[in-house]
């Protein structure tokens, strides 16, 4: 069964910092793209970054570039996101996701998010 547990999660203060971690388990992490998204209130749900499966490539959305860097440990199934320079509008739900093709189809897998609150 493939299990995606987020953590790292809280609140915090304008320009602080926080790393979210997220261990996965039931697939062959190091086959598998990562990716982080987030969603807050009342907002669409957006891409925040992306590792590749052999950790050599990354992106990220423009409004968390230069501030948050993604990073894959393989030999720990775990994905990290470190978030620096946090602002208030970061504030939202962090999802650490893969998604795995089988013969019916792509699936798409989320883990239970992560609360990410940045104060003023």
């Not at 979210?20 to 697939?27: D, K, N, V």
């Not at 501030?67 to 393989?74: A, L």
Request: proline share 2%; glycine share 10%; net charge neutral.
């Amino acid at each position: 069964q493939v299990q995606l547990v987020e953590s790292g999660g809280g609140l915090v203060h304008n320009g602080e910092s926080l790393r979210l971690s997220c261990a996965a388990t039931g697939f062959t992490f190091s086959d598998n793209v990562m990716n982080w998204y987030r969603q807050a209130p009342g907002k669409e749900r957006e891409l925040v970054a992306g590792i590749s499966s052999d950790g050599s490539r990354t992106n990220y959305a423009d409004f968390v570039k230069g501030r948050f860097t993604i990073s894959r440990d393989d030999a720990k199934n775990t994905v990290y996101l470190q978030m620096n320079s946090l602002k208030p509008d970061d504030t939202a739900i962090y999802y650490c996701t893969t998604y795995l093709i089988k013969w019916s189809g792509r699936y798409d897998y989320w883990g239970q998010g992560t609360q990410v609150t940045v104060s003023s």
